[in-house]
């Protein structure tokens, strides 16, 4: 019995020595605001067709432009938009007790979306991902009111390739499989007006990918600004018959008068 009490105890000091000689990985929040760090943001083939069969439509705002889509057999163009990357945010450990050099988050502070439906709009701005809960985040307005840094997109991490030098980062990464949150699906059914029928080839829908690309190199800064969508609230119901009541006076009226 004393033989084992005494094995047990020195297999616990033995794992606690271990636990403290260990190196935790240390948090470093880069700005990279005036370096290259770029992300992409391509729709699939299949987005792609769910939008243009709803009639919806998107385009760049803020500090996000077009980028190069792939161009499809009857010449039209997949959409695709720089995001540039304002910030980033690793973990970087001591091998063999953690990885090297992880990603925990990164934002696109000051690019924005906007996808249009005739008179309807929903604004995607701000973009945020979330490593560890693999959610793309955004700033999302829809019907005159802005959810701050809502959940957008679930996403498989892929191809990660990252280093440090010195305070310099280098990564390659590629999300996959962006599929809308519930909460996502049912702000832009609501923000676009889309009927049930509309609504049923987005669930579980593969967007397309983000591309997200960093190195040393110098650019232009940026503006980290964060995007502030205009919040204009949609005419109510009641209003909208109102105006309509006075379209019809009027046109009878100029009738009366003919």
Known sequence: MKATTWTQSLTGAVALAASLSAPS????TLDTTWVQANSVFALS????????????????????????????ADGSVLSAFNLPVTKVDVSVGFWPFANLVTPEWGEASGSALLISR????????????????????????????????????????????????????????????????????????????????????????DFGTITIDINGALRTPISSAPYVAAAIPEASPAAMLGLGLIGIALVSRRKLSA
């Open 45 to 72: 083939m299949e987005a792609y067709d769910a939008m243009a069969a709803a009639g919806v439509t998107m385009s760049a705002l803020g500090n996000a432009t077009n980028a190069k889509g792939t161009v499809l």
């Open 25 to 28: 990985a240390q948090a470093l």
């Open 118 to 205: 005739g008179t309807r709009n929903v604004t995607l701005a701000n973009f945020f991902i979330d490593y560890d809960t693999s959610l793309v985040m955004a700033d999302i307005t829809a019907n005159g009111v802005t959810q701050k840094r809502a959940s957008l997109y679930s996403f498989d991490a892929t191809d990660l390739k990252i280093g440090l030098n010195g305070l310099t980062l280098n990564m390659h990464q590629k999300l996959t499989n962006l599929t809308f949150t519930d909460s996502a699906l049912a702000t832009f059914a609501s923000g676009l007006n889309l009927s049930r029928v509309l609504q049923a080839p987005l669930v579980g829908l």
